[in-house]
């Protein structure tokens, strides 16, 4: 159930990760506004660049606050099969 855990957490960093690399890239990379529409469209889905910027952060923030859940847990669970 922690591997689990674990792999979740790092799951939601690593999307997390790319969903803000990739909302930079784009608000970088297409200055022209029917080019940037376009891969917006293609590359993120709905909404802009600042947009998936945001969730990406969000991703990332609950993604390391569930891997210390997960850490507090299984020091847990390793204090408690020692007894």
Known sequence: MIFTGKLIAWALVVVGGLRVAMGAYIAAAFVEQEAYEAATARYIGSGTTGDAIDQGLIMIAVGVAF?????????????????
Request: proline share 0%; hydrophobic share 45%.
């Open 67 to 83: 891997a210390l859940l997960i850490r507090i847990a299984s020091k847990r669970a390793r204090a408690t099969s020692g007894d």
